[in-house]
């Protein structure tokens, strides 16, 4: 049970990461269609 507990968390942590670059990609296209 631990080690699935703990493989969940990595996975919630890995999403937070991708969504978290997925949101600087996009600041970063805006920013570059307001240039």
Same mark, same amino acid.
């Given at each position: 049970? =631990?080690?699935?507990? !703990?493989?969940? @968390? =990595? @996975?919630? =942590?890995? @999403?937070?990461?991708?969504r978290?670059e997925?949101? #600087?990609? !996009? #600041?970063?296209? !805006?920013?570059d269609? #307001? @240039?």
């Amino acid at each position: 049970m =631990k080690s699935r507990e !703990r493989t969940q @968390i =990595k @996975i919630k =942590k890995g @999403i937070r990461k991708k969504r978290k670059e997925e949101k #600087v990609k !996009r #600041v970063e296209l !805006r920013d570059d269609l #307001v @240039i």
